[in-house]
């Protein structure tokens, strides 16, 4: 019944898209075909899509085992909002709504049935599944967060283990296994416990183009260094810190400096931390300050940067923390802080640990954190080499690729500084010895009679930042050592002294600040695509709250971005942006046309002129309530281009008082014609209502039917 001429057009249909993402229409075709799939494709690869339009497409009920309630809800309410029969059925429900649930499935309203596995296989279910099997029909089995079947994945789920029944009961039902991160022994685990046969196996990249990675050296001002990074950013944020202490300090420390940022940890109760989430899921904050536990369960899609305060676990939790960036698809910034203090602190939790084998591998762990944060290759390389994905390199997103550092020969600086260190008795921390390096006259320097030695004054070549970088460097390489007392003395050891020795040669990446040009993609006319696009996110918060769904369901960025840009001013036209189906269309079409046209028209923007200021004048006249001729006259322009002005006026919702226009019996009847003969041309509809109607009023009606009919 949902067949469509071609997938092209049921994605616009059901979804509002204009083409598939990478691997999407394959997948879709097989799973059409009934084929087992498995499917690795990384966040916001556009996963669900791949049951999702299968589903509708195929006769019987899509049955989706999810194990997140959050994640459930929201997507039910995205097909909802894309008038799509979506339900779900878990534990929040009560019994009553369960029952009226089940109803609608048998009664063959819903295409797709969202449930937690518990749920699925509990033997009073079962029973209800044979049944919908047996009425229905069940077109297939997505299980979402597949790799929570194996023990080698990062969330193994005993109750997903169950899941193999499914199989046995239902041999011919075609099951998909869906996950975004899965090693190769992942993948094998999941055919072989979902009892997968022949599967389609589809392993997309697990490149996220649209996030830009940098990591930044922390400033020993680092709440600063924060502060300048979140002022720099746009939209929803997170900042991830390691302990419960530095989130509610740094929550606090944005709020008094009137950012408005919400806590999220594990030590909150829970309902302050579920509302602390709402809030922010609901945009009616921007930031939230978190440990990792934060972003499991949580579907937003629109996180526009990911700021690591402290560094991650490990590479994998990077890449899924992270990757709580930019779901959306839409350009997203993922932002490291690094520190060889952090590494030191690290080290020394890890010290703590008792088994000696999770020690090794927390190390080793931690090492490649660090190389991560200290690589000069691109950055995606070392990242997915990580997961055995080999990439090439030269993203073009990442700090490394933007601002290759270019490796140089410091030896001789090392030396400088290392000698410097030595001749002040290993007494000193970092920036005295460049302050002598750099011949300071401060009193301290002389109190210590440091201007008499012979390293004072040989640093002035470079800048201070220059010598802090060198230092770091050999400080993160073990080529120097720094105390762990607090007042961090710097003091050589072996590796120090080859170098002195000239044994050994020191090469350092050296980096540029990189802080103070934050990507901004957009280009010279932007700017203004930027105000609207923040007036449009401020109608969309509004239409959020008064349906209780987050904004995003309303339009996902990207949409909301392509409106800004192609500003389309009538619903005709706002029905070819992407992300708008004609379900989506009728609810919202006229607010937001509406808003874009008093946007244009008060910007007076020259290309796109929104209602221009003639139809405002026209709208002034008829207001003071005089006729269409008079009007005409009044403005030498012809009552055909009056009438225009009016109609399309009236498609916009401007006050235009129809009924002193047409008379209502007559509007009456026009509209039944159109009702009949549909949304024809203008001839059309008149040659059904006979001559003794002019074109002028069914202009006028008709522009009031399709407002109505949007
Ligand atoms: P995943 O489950 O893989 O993390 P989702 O299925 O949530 O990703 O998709 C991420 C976003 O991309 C959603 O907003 C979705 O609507 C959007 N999306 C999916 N497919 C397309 C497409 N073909 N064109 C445009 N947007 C898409
Ligand atoms: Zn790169």
């Given at each position: 019944m949902y067949q469509k001429e071609s997938l092209e057009e049921s994605l616009k249909y059901f979804f509002g898209y204009d083409s598939f993402r990478p691997g999407q229409r394959k997948i879709i075709e097989e799973a059409l075909a009934n084929r087992d799939l498995l499917i690795i494709m990384p966040t916001g690869g556009g996963k669900s899509l791949c049951f999702q339009l299968p589903a509708l497409l195929k006769p019987g009920l899509g049955v989706v085992v999810s194990p997140l309630i959050s994640l459930m809800q929201d997507q039910v309410d995205t097909l909802r909002d894309n008038g799509i029969g979506a339900t779900f059925l878990n534990s929040s429900l009560k019994t009553e709504e369960v029952r009226s649930r089940e109803l609608e499935i048998i009664e063959g309203k819903i295409k797709l049935l969202y449930v937690a596995p518990e749920r699925l296989l509990a033997a009073k279910f079962l029973p209800f599944l044979d049944l919908i099997a047996e009425k229905v029909g069940i077109s297939a089995f997505a299980i979402d967060e597949a790799h929570c079947v194996s023990e080698w994945g990062h969330d193994f789920r005993p109750e997903y283990r169950q899941l193999k029944q499914l199989r046995q009961r239902y041999p011919k039902i075609p099951m998909l296994g869906l996950t975004a991160t899965a090693t190769s022994r992942v993948r094998e685990d999941i055919i072989q416990q979902l009892g997968l046969k022949n599967p389609g196996v589809h392993l997309a990249s697990y490149n996220r183009p649209n996030l830009y990675y940098e990591v930044q050296d922390k400033d020993s001002r680092t709440y600063n260094q924060l502060l300048k990074n979140i002022r720099a950013q746009k939209g929803s944020g997170i900042v991830y810190c390691l302990s419960r202490r530095q989130v509610e300090e740094t929550a606090s420390q944005l709020q008094e400096d009137g950012i408005a940022a919400l806590p999220y940890h594990a030590g909150m109760n829970d309902e302050e931390r579920k509302n602390n989430q709402t809030r922010f899921i609901r945009d009616d904050v921007q930031i939230i300050v978190a440990t990792v536990a934060f972003g499991m369960g949580i579907n937003k899609l629109d996180v526009r940067w990911v700021i690591h305060y402290d560094l991650p676990k490990n590479l994998e939790s990077y890449y899924q923390e992270s990757g709580r960036a930019g779901r959306d698809g839409e350009t997203s910034n993922c932002i490291l802080f690094f520190s060889p203090a952090d590494q030191k602190k690290i080290e020394f939790l890890i010290a703590q640990k008792t088994n000696p084998q999770e020690r090794r591998i927390a190390y080793q762990q931690l090492r490649q954190v660090i190389e991560y944060a200290e690589g000069t290759e691109c950055r995606r390389t070392i990242q997915f080499s990580y997961f055995g994905e080999r990439f090439p390199g030269?993203?073009?997103?990442?700090d490394n690729c933007r601002n290759p550092k270019p490796v140089e020969d410091w030896t001789i600086e090392a030396q400088k500084f290392l000698s410097c260190v030595a001749r002040c008795g290993e007494r000193f921390g970092m920036m005295h010895i460049i302050e002598v390096l750099r011949a300071s006259k401060k009193k301290r320097i002389l109190d210590y009679k440091h201007h008499l030695l012979s390293t004072y004054g040989i640093g002035l070549d470079k800048t201070a930042d220059e010598w802090k970088m060198l230092a770091r460097s050999l400080l993160h390489r073990g080529l120097l050592d720094e105390t762990n007392d607090g007042y961090r003395v710097l003091k050589l050891n072996e590796s120090s002294w080859e170098i002195l020795h000239k044994q050994r040669t020191v090469k350092i990446a050296v980096s540029r600040k990189v802080t103070d040009d934050l990507i901004s993609d957009y280009n010279p006319k932007a700017a203004e695509a930027e105000m609207l696009f923040e007036s449009l996110r401020i109608l969309r918060k509004q239409l959020a709250d008064a349906h209780s769904v987050a904004p995003y369901v309303i339009f996902s960025d990207s949409s909301l971005k392509s409106m800004a840009q192609v500003r389309p001013k009538s619903l005709e036209d706002f029905a070819k942006i992407s992300g708008v189906t004609n379900h989506k269309l009728k609810q919202y079409g006229t607010q937001f046309v509406i808003e874009i046209r008093r946007f244009c028209q008060e910007n007076n923007s020259e290309n796109s002129p929104g209602l221009p200021s003639t139809y405002m004048a026209t709208l002034e006249l008829h207001k003071q309530g005089l006729s269409v001729e008079e009007i005409a006259k009044e403005r030498s322009l012809t009552t055909r281009t009056i009438i225009k002005h009016l109609s399309e006026l009236i498609e916009v919702e401007q006050p235009v008082d129809l009924d002193s226009l047409v008379i209502p019996v007559r509007q009456e009847i026009i509209m039944q014609a159109m009702e009949k003969v549909g949304d024809k041309s203008l001839k059309t509809i008149r040659e059904h209502l006979g001559e003794n109607y002019s074109y002028e009023e069914i202009q006028l009606v008709r522009a009031k039917w399709q407002r109505e009919s949007f």
């Open positions: 030269n993203c073009n997103n990442c």
